[in-house]
């Protein structure tokens, strides 16, 4: 252990706080990216899709999501996908049929981490829906920490999950819900869970709003991440069109700034730096990634700024697509801020493409960041385009 590393250990110690896990301190390299529960069901998305697209062997770690926060704890989001589902020979990742007592997809990433040991998975809470129950844990953040350990760790799933991720979406600000619980409510929570969870990862997906007196503004990001192993900072869906049908359409996951930008602060560079400012390491971000594309409908200019007359048509959301489909239905022609847009007809649609995704890998490591994530596998191609590329480069 280098010295520095020691004396921020020993003061951690003293303060009667659990360091983080020794791989937050680890070089840059980290390619997360998150699998969702309900992928099972119309997207036909399984464990087994993420070795035989070759992401498996691409990964450091994988997020499942999600679990429910309600109660004041932590509760499974989906038992029929998460544990109950059985699998039979011809989808499951082993080629053999569930013959245990565990099944769904939680059996199937013990399967998964057979073929790769070295493979880290979290179960992350919370998410968009589920955020409202975090006011009330944090009124009990030991309570809650507590609850997150014991199902974490059930021994009917013993040996899934290497840690917890915490979605709170957003802490003393508002996203589905509005939350008033202050800026140090969050602190105290990871503080909670880093105690009872020891050396087991935590982490935690945040806000990426760099703008002034925003959603990073409202929280103390920088307290909290010395109790934490990284952030997994969501740099997408800046731009919409669910929240501004009718225009201007603009890139969902600019890099940087570009001359007419809707929002000033809503790029993922000023993000990055307004973390850093609140005292972030930069080693314990990891720069987000979306493998979808977010679209308008109604438009007859090329370049971002237009106007539209709603979200354009997708398959199971308007106004969103997978990456899979776009890069065949809807092709880039396009980019600006370091992302990708494609103007097909009347739809407009941005993304992020593989040149683009390699780019912003590049961008993460020429900062110091801890690596890249990505939301969520399913988007991507069958023989994953998008998490190669960025794996390729960090």
């Keep these: ?26 070089p840059s ?31 450091t770690h994988i997020n499942y999501a999600f679990g429910n926060v309600t109660g004041g704890g932590c509760a499974v989001g989906d038992p029929w996908a998460d544990h109950d589902m059985p699998y039979d020979a011809t989808m499951s990742v082993n080629g053999q049929a569930d ?50 350990y014991n199902l974490v760790n059930d021994p009917r799933w013993a040996g899934v999950f290497d840690g917890i991720d915490i979605d709170w979406e957003y802490p003393n600000a508002c996203g589905d819900t509005c939350d008033t619980s202050g800026p140090k409510a969050f602190t105290t929570l990871v503080k909670a869970l880093r105690a009872k969870f020891g050396r087991q990862l935590v982490t935690a997906a945040i806000t990426a709003d760099g703008s002034k007196g925003g959603k990073i503004d409202a929280t103390d990001y920088g307290s909290a991440s010395r109790y934490l192993d990284w952030y997994n900072v969501m740099t997408y869906d800046y731009f919409v069109a669910g929240g501004q049908p009718t225009g201007p359409t603009a890139p969902h996951s600019p890099l940087r700034s570009y001359p007419g930008i809707p929002h000033a602060g809503y790029y993922a560079d000023a993000a990055i730096q307004k973390l850093r400012h609140q005292g972030v390491p930069s080693s314990k971000m990891l720069l987000g990634l979306g493998f979808y594309g977010r679209g308008w409908d109604g438009v007859t200019q090329k370049q971002p700024g237009g106007t539209a007359t709603g979200p354009a048509p997708g398959t199971y959301e308007a106004g969103v697509e997978d990456y899979k489909v776009l890069k065949t239905t809807c092709p880039a022609n ?32 020429s900062q110091g960041l801890g690596g890249m994530f990505a939301w969520e596998l399913s988007g991507d191609t069958a023989n994953a385009e998008l998490l190669r590329a960025i794996a390729g480069r960090c």
């Excluded at 252990?1 to 680890?26: D, H, I, T, Y």
């Excluded at 370091?338 to 490591?365: I, R, V």
């Design 99 to 148: 013959s245990g007592t565990l099944h769904g997809s939680f059996n199937q990433i013990l399967e998964l981490k057979k073929l790769h040991p070295k493979l880290k998975v979290l179960w992350s809470f919370g998410g968009w829906t589920w955020s409202a129950g975090f006011p009330e844990a944090a009124k009990n953040p030991e309570a809650f920490a507590e609850s997150c």
């Design 1 to 26: 252990m280098r010295k520095s590393v020691a004396v921020a250990a020993l003061a951690l110690a003293a303060a009667g706080v659990v360091a983080p896990s020794a791989e937050a301190s680890q």
């Design 334 to 365: 396009g980019k600006v801020a370091g992302t990708a847009y494609a103007k097909c007809g009347s739809q407009w649609w941005s993304y992020d493409t593989p040149e683009t995704a390699s780019a912003k890998a590049g961008y993460a490591k």
């Design 29 to 59: 390299g980290k390619v997360m990216a998150y699998f969702a529960d309900w992928d099972v069901y119309a997207r036909n998305y399984h464990v087994k899709d993420i070795e035989t697209s070759g992401s498996a062997a691409k990964l």
